[in-house]
């Protein structure tokens, strides 16, 4: 079986089309699946273990580019061609099932549940989420680094609990003050605080360095996120994230999540395995507001205490026992 999936362009989104994959290879027997990509999470998508080719395009390109782009495709036949983006693409190549251009979808289901239904749609059949996972290919030297540094304290996984302090728009960042206070509260009750987020939020760990005298492991910059996610399952309690990609990730792989939210919808991207949480602030009629600027200097998450987010974190592990 030649599989077309085309997934999306953030790695958070990516992230929640995982499930579709994991689907796809237990309705089909060692399906090959080409999987078309934004560049800039190729190398995410590169590690996802089963995939058959991965085909990346950069946004912006020449009229000449994308149509050189498209013959390639032409020049291979796909029996299923599946379009989470929802583009023009599967228009222009041939395959014995296809993505229908036009979807009615609800417009308050969660995006993992909106992605199942294209796929149910495509195939033209009801399907069960997977309990099998992917896993990612990462290089074993750092693999064996990653765990090295978290070994580090002698600590067992159930006491690592997991920070994803950024976020791709800033105002869906909870402040480094609120995050200074989760850790310190984290090792009050003994549990190993790990800061994780790519280059870009190394200023926040170090606002929270400067804020807080408590411990905490920062590996902010010092590892992708596909070898986290690597190594995640079987080092982490729990995770505590803003809306992210981490958030997915941690969802993802059955971890329980608390998922801290200001301008998203919990409904829409909100954690959603098992065991999961979310804290937003109550009192905002202006939230969520699905913006990338905001007029009311990022109230939603300033004015919510951490307080209240630690309590969200304890009903997490209480619903754990």
């Known amino acids: 079986m030649k599989i077309l999936f085309i997934t999306l362009s953030n790695l958070g989104d990516v992230i929640m089309t995982l499930p579709c994959i994991d689907i796809l290879f237990e309705e089909f027997d060692s399906p090959q699946i080409y999987c078309i990509c934004a560049d800039k999470v190729k190398n ?12 990346s395009y950069k946004k912006k390109q020449t009229p000449s580019q994308w149509i050189s782009f498209l ?23 041939k395959a014995k099932k296809k993505t229908p ?9 969660h995006s993992v549940e909106k992605f199942k239904l294209i796929l149910e749609k495509t195939l033209k059949k009801r399907l069960s ?6 896993t990612f290919k990462v290089d074993e030297g750092r693999k064996k680094e990653l765990l090295t540094i978290l070994n580090s304290r002698n600590t067992p996984s159930l006491k690592r609990v997991f920070l994803g302090i950024g976020a791709r728009s800033h105002i869906k960042r909870y402040p480094a003050s609120g995050f200074s206070y989760i850790i310190e509260k984290l090792n009050e009750e003994n549990f190993i605080p790990v800061v994780v987020g790519d280059e870009n939020d190394k200023e926040i760990a170090f606002q929270i360095k400067t804020l807080t005298k408590a411990h905490f492991l920062d590996l902010c910059g010092k590892f992708s996120l596909q070898e986290i996610g690597a190594v995640l399952k ?19 792989l059955n971890i ?12 829409k991207y909100g954690p959603w395995g098992k065991y999961k949480e979310v804290v937003f602030k109550q009192d905002l009629k202006c939230r969520p507001c699905q913006k990338s600027l905001c007029k009311y200097k990022w109230e939603c998450m300033k004015t919510l205490e951490p307080q209240e987010v630690w309590r969200k974190f304890q009903c997490l592990i209480g619903s754990l026992n």
């Open 44 to 55: 995410f998508v590169g590690s996802i273990e089963g995939l058959y080719k991965v085909i």
């Open 71 to 93: 013959e390639k495709l032409r020049e291979e036949y796909f029996d299923v061609i599946i379009d989470l983006k929802n583009s023009l693409l599967p228009l222009f190549l």
């Open 101 to 109: 251009l036009f979807l009615q979808i609800p417009p308050n289901l």
């Open 129 to 134: 989420f997977s309990d099998l996972k992917r």
């Open 234 to 252: 079987e080092v982490c309690f729990a995770t505590i994230t803003c809306d992210s990609a981490f958030l997915h990730l941690s969802s993802y």
């Open 256 to 267: 329980p999540t608390l998922g801290i939210f200001g301008p998203t919808s919990p409904v």
